[in-house]
């Protein structure tokens, strides 16, 4: 069997779920994990089995998700032949792989209204009718749910069956945001780096430089651990200096001067000159004069140092917080620093 992975952070909020997870996992129960993308519902559920008396049978996993409608009874029910086009001899689904064991079902809130019947009837009796079949089969299953979605939200709109989610609900662990566990930040950017570090070849991990430590740190972290992980590994990568502190991240891997605004280009035709970005001035900024227009001589001259005022007044009302400034000119962070960096005014 595998090593298990590694659960990392010392937050209050994310020790109490992986307690509530080990807790649960001793009892023969369903289980729903719930949390952002990227929060770990996975590594919640390989506990859930790892702890429980099934841990040496075996886990089965499924993204309801990533199958089409039409599959999903299938895949997670099996078949006999001729119980569909194509199906020219039986197959297990997923319940009987796991029989024994733990199943495993993310985004569980995805199933289709057929789906969600037959399985409640598997939850509560036990037994399942694979398709094109009437005979029923036995099965031991532990059933682990994850979703991202409101799933009592989901019942009030009809799209989740409310006698099923009584059913799954016996103990609901929620998993906390990233932003909600700061203390763990730094933490689990060490980690990963010193593993990208070694996979890299390199003797040891150089550490951060402080404006890389801070970035890390007031970054709001959409994608949780998993987008962590993504960046610190690339900033490594990107950086390639096993000597020297890593002094720079690229959050976002799309963000570029040519990046495509539109799939609809017209072939042969030249690009036309990119756009200055457009900056919504903040209180400070609209009470600027414009520049007067018979003074103008140089139109792109004027309002390059247009933009640049409006820059160093934003700053200066959100104390040259970036975090701050960007949203108050309805742009990103990196926008921002792009716009900073083609004024000269990142003081690095």
């Known amino acids: 069997m595998a090593a298990p992975a590694q659960m990392i952070g010392s937050s209050l909020s994310f020790l109490d779920?992986?307690?509530?997870?080990?807790?649960?996992a001793a009892l023969n129960r369903p289980v729903l994990v719930i949390g952002e993308r990227g929060t770990g519902k996975e590594l919640i559920a390989d506990r859930l089995h790892r702890l429980s008396p099934r841990?040496?049978?075996?886990?089965?996993s499924l993204n309801c998700a990533a199958l089409p409608e039409n599959l999903i009874d299938a895949e997670l029910f099996g078949y006999e032949p001729g119980a569909f086009t194509g199906a020219q001899r039986a197959r297990a689904g997923r319940f009987?792989?796991?029989?024994?064991g733990t199943l495993f079902l993310d985004e569980i809130g995805t199933l289709s209204s057929q789906a969600q019947e037959r399985l409640l009837r598997v939850v509560e009796y036990g037994e399942l009718t694979r398709?094109?079949?009437?005979?029923?089969?036995?099965?031991?299953?532990?059933l682990v749910g994850a979703t991202n979605e409101d799933l009592p939200g989901l019942v009030a709109r009809g799209?989740?069956?409310?006698d099923l989610l009584d059913r799954l609900s016996f103990e609901v662990i929620t998993l906390p945001p990233l932003r909600e566990r700061a203390e763990d930040i730094d933490i689990l950017a060490l980690h990963f780096a010193r593993r990208m570090a070694a996979e890299l070849g390199w003797p040891r991990f150089p550490g951060f430089t402080s404006k890389v430590q801070e970035q890390l740190a007031t970054w709001a972290w959409p994608g949780n651990v998993r987008e962590l992980k993504n960046v610190v590994e690339r900033a490594l990568y990107r950086w390639g200096d096993a000597e020297t502190a890593v002094g720079q991240l690229v959050i976002d891997p799309f963000?570029?001067?040519w990046r495509p605004t539109s799939s609809h280009v017209l072939p042969h035709a030249m690009p036309a000159p990119s756009p200055a970005p457009s900056i919504s001035p903040v209180d400070t900024a609209a009470a600027m004069p414009a520049p007067r227009l018979e003074s103008i001589t140089d139109l792109r001259g004027a309002v390059s140092a247009y933009e640049k005022e409006i820059l160093e007044c934003?700053?200066?009302?959100h104390r040259h917080n970036q975090r701050r400034?960007?949203?108050a000119l309805n742009l990103t962070y990196d926008q921002l620093r792009h716009a900073l960096k083609r004024h000269g005014l990142l003081g690095e």
Not at 17 to 24: F, G, I, K, M, N
Not at 135 to 142: A, E, F, G, M, T
Not at 159 to 162: G, Q
């Open 96 to 100: 009987e792989d796991a029989d024994g």
């Open 55 to 60: 841990w040496s049978q075996t886990l089965v």
């Open 159 to 162: 799209r989740f069956r409310a």
């Open 131 to 142: 398709l094109g079949s009437n005979k029923p089969i036995s099965v031991d299953v532990r």
């Open 255 to 257: 963000e570029s001067p």
């Open 17 to 24: 779920a992986v307690e509530r997870a080990s807790a649960a």
């Open 325 to 327: 400034t960007a949203p």
């Open 314 to 317: 934003a700053l200066e009302k």
